[in-house]
């Protein structure tokens, strides 16, 4: 995540925040159905839902030693950068 990611409206309301969620992690480990458990600001949702699906990697779930989907659940702090 860079600066550039930093929602325009939030960044002019200096407005910082944290967003859970939870995704599903293809066996390649790649996100996609990203749900949202709690934001402050849609700005800031959508944001992480976008660097979620475009760029996050994720190590997949193994079962007898092959990679298979699974859910990770986590948080993405924003911090107004300086």
Known sequence: MTSDDYPQSALRQERQGTVRFRVN????????????LEANGQDLAD????????R???RPAVRDCQPVPGEYEGGLRWVLPE
């Open 25 to 36: 992690v293809t066996a390649a480990g790649r996100a996609e159905n990203v749900e949202i």
């Open 47 to 54: 944001a992480t839902t976008r660097i979620l699906t475009r």
């Open 56 to 58: 996050a990697r994720f």
